[in-house]
């Protein structure tokens, strides 16, 4: 079964740190662009982070210098360490495969096979 499954979600209060995983079965990740994109209750998805299967990376402005994404080959997984969390951070987190395609300077879900179900993150204040 070709699936995505995200963790590492949770309560952190303001400040703290968070790790977000995203493993693959059924197909192997780094043949694929890895998205992490989120969506806060009654607002828009956004793009958040992205990395190609050349390494390359992408950041949102808003998490830029907060957020790194990197992947793990051998199991599969591509990870997003989450550092300096703000209340606005507070999302569902979901990881997709596919392509990073960037528009505008937003990245967007187009190109994108596989989606996880997600992963709820929650900051404090």
């Known amino acids: 079964q070709l699936q995505l499954v995200e963790s590492g979600g949770g309560l952190v209060q303001r400040g703290g740190p968070l790790r977000l995983f995203c493993a693959a079965s059924?197909?192997?990740?780094?043949?694929?662009?890895t998205n992490w994109f989120r969506q806060a209750p009654g607002k828009e998805r956004e793009g958040v982070s992205c990395?190609?299967?050349?390494?390359?990376?992408y950041y949102a402005d808003s998490v830029k210098g907060r957020f790194t994404i990197s992947r793990d080959n051998a199991k599969n997984t591509v990870y997003l360490q989450m550092n300096s969390l703000k209340p606005e951070d507070t999302s569902v987190y979901y990881c997709?495969?596919?392509?990073?395609?960037?528009?505008?300077?937003?990245?967007?879900?187009?190109?994108?096979?596989?989606w996880g179900k997600g992963t709820l993150v929650t900051v404090s204040s």
């Open positions: 990395i190609s299967s050349m390494y390359s990376t």
């Open positions: 059924g197909f192997t990740l780094d043949n694929y662009a």
């Open positions: 997709a495969a596919g392509a990073c395609t960037i528009v505008g300077g937003k990245l967007l879900p187009y190109g994108v096979h596989y």
